[in-house]
Nanobody
């Protein structure tokens, strides 16, 4: 069973920084072969993309994340991190780790349990 476990959320002041980490395990999966990333969901809003990093290190950032957030992965540890700087109140949300495992027949999305990030103004 695939598990994604996030850590690093918390309360930070406007303009501050946080690093989120996600450890992937299980299912006999070589996670280095798949895209991993981060999404977020603010209260009353839909879940939205923050950033993803592909197996070949192609990066995809939401507009609001460009220049402030940096995604990285360590394939030796099956982890994906999100460094968030210059945080704003509107970045307050639950942040979810994500990976999509594809086979010849299907693609399956996996999500972590989420970690709360609160930015005080």
């Amino acid at each position: 069973q695939v598990q994604l476990v996030e850590s690093g959320g918390g309360l930070v002041q406007d303009g501050g920084s946080l690093r989120l980490s996600c450890a992937a395990s299980g299912g006999g999966i070589l996670f280095r072969g798949y895209t991993m990333g981060w999404y977020r969901q603010a209260a009353g809003k839909e879940r939205e993309l923050v950033a993803t990093i592909s197996a070949k290190f192609r990066y995809d950032y939401a507009e609001f994340a460009k220049g402030r957030f940096t995604i990285s992965r360590d394939n030796t540890k099956d982890t994906v991190d999100l460094l968030m700087t210059n945080l704003k109140h509107e970045d307050t949300a639950v942040y979810y780790c994500y990976t999509q495992i594809t086979t010849l027949h299907e693609s399956v999305d996996f999500w972590g349990q989420g970690t709360q990030v609160t930015v005080s103004s």
